[in-house]
């Protein structure tokens, strides 16, 4: 023995000088070259990495972490990947400032898109996400004048990881952690990190060979092992009993078996590597005393140390420790995980998820839960409207089938919701594929947005009616069209417009009056009736042309009995009314300037009609009056549609915004829409609230429109909307989405689907110029139609094909 002790020594004297420096210097390149590795490795994570905001909905599933966790398990690489180029790691952040706390997933840029987003909606349905570039997590900037005070630390588990933490809680664990911020001023910021990497192989072998370690009584860290080594007769023997067997006291018994079963069970499942940094910054002015930056730091401590504490509730078999952390602004944001403490999926969950309690100050929430669509919801083509795009899982496009728009459409949304941008989407895509559509608009915004975005081969088939607009304007006298039809329009339109000051003698005046002016003119005018009520002259050479209609003859026989202040008193309450509206010369140019230079069926046919009559140009009352008069125009055009066979119909549209103001015809609700169907013209009636309709067109609506859009609404709103949508969107989705959501019920290969959610979808830019060339063409529509020589047909169009696109099966 002694010869061998020899023989090493007298060769560590010879070699030891010369091989003792090389092993320590490759020893330390090749802790260097792991370093740079590593280093390398994690830069490479945080390229192009990104930030998930993560939205809580309203009620928060408690075993959902858990089920996130779980599900990120799969983020797991390969071992030839890990060991190429590392395995990513996630950084789950409260963020904390004066304004509430945000919970954000900083997730590597290697991970592919959308797969932690899915997880997270997946986990607590109902949740939203909306993903942002990597920022760092403290928002407190220094700016100019003023220095950034920062203090934090690192939480590391106090004993073996072997051993679990606390994760079985009757309330919320996180509610300590959430409240200890509170009271932030507008330049202080706190940040809660908990970083998380799956781990498998190697790293949960060491964790169960620290368990055995523990089982053995031995310690668990490298210099522990090494005194025991040194000294093995250290430890204390056990006592021995009655045959030799060893002597365990009870209360050690007890407790070292709840411990095994407690590291038997953490070790079952999979394994996340974690660390949790923290960190509490302000700024104050440059010229600050250091005395007072000192007492700034002090207060920074007291809040870090109050986060920290408020890990104290997971103490169970294991616990924290505070730990000092050095720079904690840039460690933060530089978000590198090297090597944490061991934890499982259920003690993971326990420290980050989503806060289970219903109030929460200043907790970002979702205010309505996302619902995908039906599988067979259409997408896109050309016999597809769009409407928007799927808010949850895989965003896809949401359409209304051009068939099925034939059940009509109800939009309802407040004013900035959404509305009119879904509604100008489906204008857009009825002209690019060349479908008729009469649009009425009480605003003005829908068509400006519309003009300025539409394609241009659509230019020559826009007809425009612009309050707005001097000049000429095309006219569609009312009067016109069958008599009878034509006279009950315009008479039940005054009626139900004035219905407050309305009697059976001021209708029958104006009835009397407008049969008469369609008895003695080819081209009767509105604007002639007041002089044909005021003037004697004017009745007398026109009971003239009437002789042998004994009912008019009679009426002005009755009406000429009558004395001047008689005559006056009972034409009073009309002529009001027909000179405070024919007195706008818009009105006057649009209605009543004789023959009408508008083919509405040529309209429905594949052209365009746009009414932009906006109440503040025109006043409510006339702009009431004018936009039911085109729609009684529209629908008599819709009517005769039935001379044409029904195969060779083509599809048309009618979007009416503020559709309570417009829809004054002699017919039932539900009876107009039903016939609509047939004729093959879809309505889409929008408003802002139920309240807006009277009860047998809100029950028509509600019945015979099937396809519904829903934007936010108010609570009384929702409760009723929710009959449509329940249980999938309750009557709270429906109080509390967001802008520019909606939830939708649609009509599919005519029958009525579950609801979804989605989100509308903006516009295309505007195109520049656009608007003033549609402007320029749509003036050749005011020459009288007979004038208007009669065009060749575009033998370019999609009519030349053999098939028309405008034609839905």
């Keep these: 023995m002694r010869a061998i002790v020899d023989v090493v020594w007298s060769w560590i004297q010879v070699w030891g000088p010369i091989v003792g420096p090389l092993a320590l210097t490759a020893i330390s390149g090749l802790i260097g070259l792991r370093r740079w590795w590593d280093d390398r490795c994690q830069d490479r994570l945080h390229d192009q990495a990104r930030v998930v905001t993560i939205l809580a909905p309203p009620t928060v599933d408690p075993d959902g972490a858990e089920a996130a966790w779980s599900n990120l398990v799969g983020l797991l690489r390969p071992k030839w ?32 898109p959308g797969m932690v987003e899915r997880a ?14 990597a920022t760092p997590p403290l928002a407190v900037a220094a700016d100019e004048g003023r220095r950034q005070v920062v203090t934090g630390g690192v939480l590391r588990l106090a004993r073996s990881e072997a051993l679990p933490i606390r994760s079985d809680f009757d309330a919320d664990p996180i509610r300590a952690l959430l409240g200890a911020p509170t009271g932030l001023g507008v330049h202080e910021a706190a940040c809660v990190q908990v970083l998380a990497r799956p781990v498998t192989g190697r790293r949960v072998t060491q964790a169960r060979r620290a368990a055995r370690h523990l089982h053995a009584g031995r310690s668990t860290r490298p210099v522990g092992r090494l005194l025991d080594v040194i000294t093995p007769g250290a430890r204390p023997k056990p006592s021995s009993g009655a045959g030799g067997q060893p002597k365990l006291d009870p209360q050690t018994s007890l407790e070292y078996q709840t411990q095994n079963r407690a590291i038997v069970t953490k070790q079952r499942g999979s394994q996340w590597d974690t660390l949790i940094r923290y960190a509490v910054a302000t700024t104050v002015p440059a010229e600050t005393p250091p005395e007072q930056v000192a007492r700034v730091r002090d207060q920074l401590r007291g809040r870090a140390h109050a986060i920290a504490s408020a890990f104290s509730g997971f103490t169970e078999h294991n616990h924290y420790r505070r730990h000092r952390l050095r720079h904690p602004e840039q460690v933060l944001a530089r978000r590198r995980l090297r090597r944490g403490d061991l934890l499982s999926v259920p003690e993971l969950a326990a420290l980050a998820h989503l806060p289970t309690d219903d109030a929460v100050p200043g907790l970002a929430r979702a205010g309505a839960k996302a619902v995908p669509p039906p599988p067979h919801t259409p997408t ?15 965003a896809r496009p949401v359409g209304l089938q051009v068939s099925d728009a034939r059940h009509h459409l109800h939009v309802l949304g407040a004013t900035g919701s959404g509305k009119s941008t879904v509604l100008a989407r489906m204008i857009l895509a009825d002209a690019e594929h060349r479908r008729g559509a009469v649009v009425i608009d009480p605003k003005g915004d829908l068509i400006t947005d519309v003009l300025k975005r539409l394609p241009e081969h659509a230019a020559e088939r ?6 707005d607009t001097p000049g000429t304007t095309p006219c569609l006298n009312p009067l016109e069209g069958p008599k009878e039809a034509a006279v009950d329009n315009l008479v039940s339109v005054f009626s139900r417009v004035f219905s407050s000051a309305w009697g059976p003698r001021t209708e029958d005046i104006l009835r009397a009056g407008c049969l008469t002016l369609r008895a003695v ?15 004697s002259a004017t009745r007398e050479r026109h009971r003239q042309k009437i002789e042998n209609d004994a009912t008019l003859r009679g009426f002005w026989d009755w009406y000429e009995q009558l004395s001047d202040g008689a005559r006056a008193q009972v034409s009073a309450p009309l002529l009001n009314k027909l000179r405070a509206f024919l007195l706008r010369s818009f009105v006057v140019k649009a209605i009543a300037a004789g023959e009408s230079t508008v083919d509405l069926s040529a309209a429905l046919d594949g052209g365009l009609c746009f009414v932009r009559i906006p109440k503040g140009s025109l006043g409510e009352d006339t702009t009431r009056l004018l936009g039911s008069l085109i729609v009684a125009r529209v629908w008599q055009a819709t009517t005769a549609r039935a001379a044409v066979p029904e195969r060779e119909r083509l599809d048309a549209s009618l979007y009416v915004d503020e559709a309570h103001n417009f829809l004054n015809l002699p017919y039932a609700m539900e009876d107009m829409l039903a016939e609509a169907r047939g004729y093959r013209l879809s309505m889409t009636l929008a408003h802002q609230h139920l309240g807006q309709l009277g009860k047998d067109l809100k029950e028509g609506i509600s019945t015979n429109a ?17 009959r449509h949508t329940a249980p999938r969107v309750s009557e709270h989705d429906l109080a509390h989405l967001a802008v520019f959501h909606a939830a939708a019920r649609l009509v599919v290969g005519g029958a009525e689907t579950q609801p979804c959610t989605l989100a509308t979808q903006p516009l295309p830019p505007a195109i520049r110029g656009r608007a003033r060339m549609v402007r320029k063409a749509a003036t050749r529509h005011t020459q009288p139609l007979s004038t208007v020589a009669e065009q060749p047909p575009d033998q370019t169009g999609p009519e030349s094909t053999g098939t028309d696109p405008r034609r839905a099966a």
């Design 462 to 467: 826009v007809v425009l009616f612009d309050a």
């Design 706 to 722: 099937r396809s519904k859009i829903f934007f936010t609404a108010g609570p009384e709103d929702a409760r009723e909307l929710a």
């Design 521 to 535: 003119s080819d081209t009767p005018k509105l604007s002639a009736l007041p002089q044909l009520l005021t003037d």
């Design 120 to 133: 997270v909606e997946a986990a607590w349905p109902g949740a939203h996400t909306r993903t942002e570039q």
């Design 380 to 394: 896109e083509g050309e016999l597809v409207r769009p409407i928007g795009v799927s808010d949850t899982g895989h």
């Design 81 to 112: 990947a890990r060991l190429v180029g590392g395995q990513p790691h996630l950084a789950w952040e409260y963020v904390f400032g004066h304004d509430g706390v945000q919970i954000r997933l900083w997730v590597p840029g290697t991970v592919p």
